[in-house]
């Protein structure tokens, strides 16, 4: 068997007619920019996600810079955040002229709340949590400790439309969440895409306003924005997917439990928490990150055998990085982490019969 880590062509191919007469509806009509397929599909994942406000921009990076700047984080100002993330975590602070301050993940490789409380400085303005592997971190935790210290809480939740803590959607516990489209994430659009949720109606002004050049519904500028549209074409499309996203969850989930049915004995692995065990937490498994105290070798027999694995982020926690001029920390959890993990594939192209064949390929390398 070859099973690839993501089936890219799945992106289309799972909805091609429906796909190809929303967007003929879009073309015919040259709605390109800013048109009525946007707003609907703004609408239509607002209320899936039970937030007021849902804006389109143009991928998941600039929607986290952008509510950077809605929040009026700048120069001089700290955004905590976890190392285990994408470098456009960072980075959207970094462009807003801030500083990231990365922090230590816990267990299920989501951010440890006491590490951010104990990295809390006179500088500090805001927390970032990435709600990774389309799990949400303990947000109890990290609002109380927004509250306590006044800091403004807004939430990578690129991996995570959909997923549940308590029963309240990520992306809609601080000031902004922001979620990405691009074609491997969870609802993903045929390009780049990306997505804002607030509760916060003149923060979502704000942003409309930042997205869009600075102009308001009359085409006056009132401030200095950018060019962050998400494409109406995008947005058909998305709409078009939204349609079946809670059955595309419910697949993830499927799988989940498929893999820990059939690993969860592997003394050497440790698996994702599994879809049922916490009632707290509803996951949307946009990934599959195991650890395994033989990964590299446990890779290559994957890859000898079809079966392609990757590693989050290159393999490198952000901190890590040594191109970005960060202060060199060391972060003991992290980096022990980064010598276990990797993703198995997890998406809905696969069938049972791959995730049975990547299982017993697990199994044949432990001898299991
Ligand atoms: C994908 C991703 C992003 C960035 O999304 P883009 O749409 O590619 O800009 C940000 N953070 C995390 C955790 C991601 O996985």
């Not at 990520?170 to 969870?186: D, N, Q, W």
Request: proline share 4%; hydrophobic share 40%; charged share 25%.
């Amino acid at each position: 068997m070859e099973i690839p880590f993501f089936r890219y062509p799945h992106v289309f191919g799972q909805q091609r007619e429906e796909i190809l007469r929303a967007m003929m509806q879009v073309m015919e009509r040259g709605a390109f920019i800013l048109q009525s397929e946007l707003e609907e599909f703004e609408s239509a994942v607002s209320e899936f996600v039970g937030t007021r406000n849902a804006i389109g921009v143009a991928n998941g990076t600039d929607s986290l810079n952008l509510a950077c700047r809605a929040a009026g984080i700048g120069t001089g100002d700290e955004v905590i955040m976890a190392s285990h993330t994408y470098i456009a975590t960072a980075a959207a602070v970094h462009f807003a002229g801030a500083t990231p301050v990365l922090v230590e993940c816990r267990e299920d490789h989501l951010i440890d709340p006491a590490a951010v409380e104990a990295a809390i400085t006179p500088q500090t303005r805001a927390i970032m949590p990435t709600q990774l592997n389309g799990r949400t971190c303990d947000m109890d935790a990290l609002l109380a400790i927004a509250e306590k210290h006044r800091l403004v809480l807004i939430e990578d939740a690129a991996q995570a439309l959909g997923s549940k803590f308590k029963g309240k959607c990520a992306g809609t516990f601080g000031v902004a969440g922001s979620i990405s489209l691009y074609p491997a994430k969870l609802l993903g659009c045929f390009g780049d895409g990306g997505l804002l949720f607030t509760d916060d109606d003149e923060t979502a002004r704000q942003l409309r306003l930042l997205r869009d050049h600075g102009r308001n519904e009359a085409g006056m500028v009132v401030t200095w924005g950018v060019n962050s549209r998400l494409d109406t074409l995008n947005a058909a499309i998305c709409l078009t997917k939204l349609r079946i996203y809670p059955e595309e969850i419910e697949r993830r989930r499927q799988i989940a439990r498929l893999y820990r049915e059939r690993l969860a004995d592997l003394e050497d692995m440790t698996l994702p928490p599994g879809p049922d065990r916490d009632p707290d937490h509803f996951d949307c498994y946009q990934n599959y990150e195991v650890e395994s105290g033989r990964r590299d070798a446990l890779r290559k027999h994957l890859q000898k055998n079809g079966v392609k694995t990757i590693i989050q982020w290159a393999g490198t926690p952000v901190h890590k990085f040594e191109g970005l001029g960060l202060p060199k920390i060391s972060l003991p959890f992290t980096e022990r982490l980064f010598e276990r993990c990797f993703l198995l594939p997890m998406n809905t192209s696969l069938t049972d019969e791959e995730v049975g064949y990547i299982c017993e390929q697990i199994r044949n390398f432990y001898g299991a």
